[in-house]
């Protein structure tokens, strides 16, 4: 190139040297990168990316036509979809995420800058001091400005205004292109008219392309990218990332990508493009993550390529059946057509050994340092440089070989899948007929441990052993294992490792403990091989990929049979393309370098465990949503989750880019769960029927690296209780109960009260009628009698007369006291009142020297029978007293119906008495208060008016009904 390049030229040196990273050492001449793409058909909002970031949480942002777009891994959200505060609907052509954690937007045709921070947005236009046009970049310098430029020139941001940089700082009118940062923060810019770079704060001068810009490694990408001429100012992509490798995107040729050679050979440049998957040879834009992927956004779509943790190496041949490694530390690969050795290094060739044909069904190393190898026809081994035939029968008993071992004599152990179990020695073949013939069909694997025991496995599951002296031990199926015995391996620690169709089990020489994926999250379908790495770490080969795991797991899972195995597996996203399977056997070994190699359908994939980098990173984990009963709600910690919420819906993320879907959840409501629950990689969380109380949801995530965040991401809830579980309303609801018993308690007191009063009324009631029936009889019998001892010597006969007048008076006090005791309150029939009134003012007076004037005024009303009955005894009463108390020679008594009531009036002409006075009830006259009483008890009155030597006059009211 010469001195002074194009400005798209100097473009292209500014990425390559000042984006951070430098050369790894020992870089491996091809890294392998693994491409995933997304375009609209896989729900990229629009195809054209424009600009990509990572902020703060972990969160892609991707400008589009569409907008401003977050990515997760897995869902694209649209910016409208995700808040409520507004952003332009115009294209979004750059990004970039501040260090205090806020996010700018800028725009394209229409221009202008959006600042979101803490999901507020700040808006600047023209107004703000930025004009208008395409924003083509944003970036921050060491001094904390945030700068803008695009085809207006550049702007910085001083935490208010914006402020165009004039041509007296040193930058020229006209558009700027890019900006970069050097490892000083400092800013270079691309400018129409060259290359400036930032020598204060707001200041620039012309630079010319430093030395390190002509790289051996920038001339090659530049070279091959055919990026030397002056063109328009389009938006290119351009990267040097973190292991020294070099990333140029053009604008019709693809992607470039760069790489040192190793020693003194020359870069290495590849170009991926079209036809290698990417959406479109336009690239707008490059960006390297936090866990070291590379985003390319081009005009049709967004590519993610991640490192590839796992080298693919294709071999003569075709497909790998199987590998071994034998004591010399080389490793061998069987195929469909022979044997090949593979490299004991990086970038050594493959060698082909002559001497085997045809498709090989196993490998064998013995401790001497020999290769045995099995083919469909014959076996052989490998010494000394050369192959040699196994001596055999002229027609050997062999199907299928299906495994090789070598015991500690030598002896070399042969299973066929049809015909058994042989053992060569010394030039002869001979059937191990200790083996129960049942069993002879279903032989498949074969390992020697370190006691020279030779280990069989079989197809329907079981395990065998053989020991020194030759003696044969079968074992039962072993549970959980499922299908055949795959693969036997015994580790440095002298344990035995059985792997099967659904499970890998260690024996101890006691017992089995098998894990599966089922019970133990172990993903262990279909084990093909066990090998141990350098640091005792166990490599296990599956349909799902290639796991690593520590031995130590199975002593947790013995102590607890439903342990969650923790592991690290390697897939297809890793660059394991096909999958270890058994197609021969072993499937797995390990060098002398140190380095694993597996036989897949598709060739021969090796891992370097010291090599890997050290990914102990836990994923960040957020909650992105909380619906209830199918409503969005604010999910900010703490929540209170409205009264009656029937559905409680949780989303949540990990924010992961390598392999997200099979990031691995578990989750768990601390009031309602009583375990962790495992959605696998489901992002929801569902409840229904919540009971009100406190709440603490924490999900945790294990990425596909095996590393677990065991924090998580935590949401404190709560369910207020309904109004009827609430405090208060249990504290009113106790006060009403105390409420109600006392209340109760106050009606049973009045109800006591009340019968207690009736008693007493009734008693009253008896007294009355004992005193004004049978008491006031007796008394007229008493005054009779008195008359009568008067005239006994005188008037015999009148005496007679009296007596007989007393027996008559006797019959009828005895009436009328029955008529008391069954409460006969009518009066006889046919009587009127003013008949019973009369005859009952006749009967008192009948024989005594008080003169009676009865008299009745007004037209008879109809009278309740109690009030008729009440009315006769007050009568009787006041009568009885004036015979008794009055000292009076006449008594009136007058009946009177006037209007809604009934009058009665006694009067005498007596000696009356003080009415102030209380009845002396301690002499036995009752009659005033029963007289009252009586009158009351039917809603009337009584009154009483006396003076002495005035007479004593009775007035008595009762209402009419």
């Not at 008495?913 to 009586?934: I, N, Q, T």
Request: charged letters at 25%; aromatic letters at 8%.
């Amino acid at each position: 190139m010469g001195e002074r390049r194009s400005p798209q030229v100097l473009l292209l040196a500014i990425g390559l040297l000042l984006l951070p990273g430098t050369p790894a050492a020992g870089s491996p001449s091809v890294i392998e990168y693994t491409l995933t793409s997304w375009t609209q058909y896989e729900g990229l909002p629009a195809a054209r990316v424009w600009a990509i970031t990572q902020d703060r949480d972990g969160y892609i942002w991707i400008g589009t036509d569409a907008g401003l777009v977050r990515f997760d891994g897995v869902d694209f959200l649209r910016w409208r979809d995700l808040h409520d505060e507004e952003l332009p609907r115009h294209e979004v052509t750059a990004l970039h995420s501040a260090r205090d954690g806020s996010l700018w937007v800028g725009f394209g045709i229409h221009g202008g800058v959006a600042r979101i921070s803490a999901n507020d947005v700040a808006l600047y236009g023209e107004a703000e001091g930025i004009a208008s046009g395409f924003v083509t970049f944003i970036t921050e310098d060491r001094f904390g400005t945030i700068w803008a430029g695009g085809l207006d020139g550049l702007h910085g941001f001083d935490g208010e205004r914006w402020t165009r940089v004039e041509p007296r700082n040193g930058l020229p009118e006209g558009p700027t292109v890019e900006v970069y940062l050097d490892p000083d923060r400092n800013l270079w810019v691309s400018h129409a008219a060259g290359l400036y770079s930032q020598v204060g704060r707001d200041t620039f001068r012309s630079e010319p392309a430093p030395a390190e810009f002509d790289s051996v490694l920038a001339r090659a990408v530049l070279d091959a990218s055919a990026i030397t001429e002056r063109s328009p100012p389009y938006r290119f992509g351009f990267l040097r990332d973190r292991r020294g490798g070099v990333w140029v995107g053009t604008a019709g040729r693809g992607l470039w990508i760069g790489r040192d050679g190793f020693g003194s050979e020359p870069p290495d440049v590849s170009n991926v493009s079209v036809q290698d998957g990417l959406s479109s040879d336009v690239v707008q834009v490059l960006f390297e993550d936090r866990e070291g992927h590379v985003w390319v956004g081009t005009q049709s779509g967004l590519h993610q390529f991640s490192p590839r943790r796992v080298t693919s190496v294709s071999v003569p041949g075709g497909l790998v059946r199987a590998v071994e490694a034998t004591p010399d530390g080389r490793v061998w690969a069987g195929t469909y057509d022979g044997v090949v050795q593979l490299p004991e290094a990086a970038g050594e060739p493959l060698a082909r050994v002559e001497g085997v044909v045809g498709p090989v069904t196993a490998l064998h190393g013995d401790r001497e340092g020999r290769l045995w190898v099995a083919t469909l026809d014959s076996i052989s081994r490998y010494a000394d440089g050369r192959f040699t035939a196994v001596n055999l029968p002229e027609n050997p008993p062999f199907s299928w070989v299906s495994a090789l071992t070598t015991d500690s004599r030598g002896d070399l152990w042969i299973c066929d899948m049809q015909n058994g179990v042989f053992r060569w020695s010394r030039g002869r073949l001979d059937r191990y007929e200790a083996l129960p013939e049942e069993h002879r069909g279903t032989v498949y694997t074969a390992y020697t441990d370190a006691a020279g025991r030779v280990w069989i496995g079989f197809t329907d599951g079981k395990l065998g052993v053989i020991a020194r002296d030759h003696k044969f031990r079968l074992y039962d199926p072993i549970p959980g294992l499922g299908g055949a015995v795959n693969v036997l391996y015994e580790n440095s620690a002298g344990v035995l490792w059985v792997g099967g169709g659904d499970g890998l089990s260690r024996f101890d020489g006691e017992r089995f403990t098998t894990a599966t994926q089922r019970a133990n999250g172990l993903p262990v379908d279909s084990v093909s091989t066990v090998v141990e790495d350098g640091d005792g770490s166990l490599w296990v080969g599956t349909r799902s990929g290639i796991l690593s795991l520590q031995p130590e797991e199975f002593d947790k899972l013995g102590a607890n049979p439903g342990h969650q195995v923790e592991f690290r597996r390697f897939d297809r996203f890793d660059g394991v393309l096909n999958m270890p399977v058994r197609l021969g056997h072993p499937v797995g070994a390990r060098g002398a370098d140190g380095r694993l190699w597996f036989a897949t359908g598709g060739g021969a994939v090796v891992i370097d465990p010291r090599r890997l980098p050290d990914e102990q990173a836990p994923p960040p984990v957020r909650i992105e949503a909380v619906h209830v009963d199918g409503r969005p709600v604010d999910h900010a910690s703490p929540l209170e989750l409205p009264t009656g919420g029937s559905q409680l819906r949780i989303g949540y993320t990990a924010l992961t880019y390598a392999a997200p879907a099979r990031t691995q959840f578990r989750y768990r409501l601390e009031g309602f769960d009583g375990d962790w629950v495992d959605p696998d990689t489901r992002r929801e969380a569902l409840y229904v029927g919540l009971p009100a109380g406190d709440y603490r949801f924490q999900v945790i995530a294990r990425n596909n690296r095996g590393v677990w965040n065991r924090e998580g991401a935590i949401l404190e809830l709560s369910v207020p209780p309904p109004f009827y579980q609430a405090a208060w309303f249990y504290a009113a609801g106790g006060i009403a109960f105390v409420a109600l018993l006392l209340g109760a308690w106050k009606v049973r007191e009045v109800r006591i009260h009340r019968r207690y009063s009736l008693i007493l009324a009734e008693r009253a009631r008896l007294s009355r009628e004992i005193h004004d029936t049978l008491l006031q009889s007796l008394v007229g019998v008493a005054l009779q009698f008195d008359v009568l001892a008067g005239s006994l010597d005188g008037a015999p006969e009148q005496a007679k007369k009296r007596l007989r007048s007393i027996r008559k008076d006797v019959e009828e006090y005895i009436r009328e006291a029955r008529e008391s005791i069954w409460s006969l309150r009518s009066r006889p029939s046919g009587r009127s009142l003013a008949t019973a009134l009369r005859e009952t003012c006749e009967h008192v007076t009948r024989d005594t020297a008080l003169a009676l004037d009865f008299s009745v005024a007004g037209a008879p009303r109809q009278v309740s029978t109690v009030a008729e009955e009440q009315l006769i005894r007050i009568c009787r009463e006041a009568v009885t007293n004036v015979l008794h108390h009055a000292e009076a020679s006449r008594v009136e008594v007058a009946l009177q119906y006037d209007g809604n009531a009934i009058l009665l009036r006694v009067a005498d002409d007596g000696a009356g008495f003080d009415a102030s006075l209380p009845p002396d009830d301690a002499g036995g006259h009752l009659g005033l208060v029963s007289m009252r009483e009586r009158a009351e008890s039917v809603g009337g009155g009584v009154d009483v008016t006396s003076g002495p030597e005035t007479g004593t006059e009775v007035q008595v009211r009762l209402p009419l009904q």
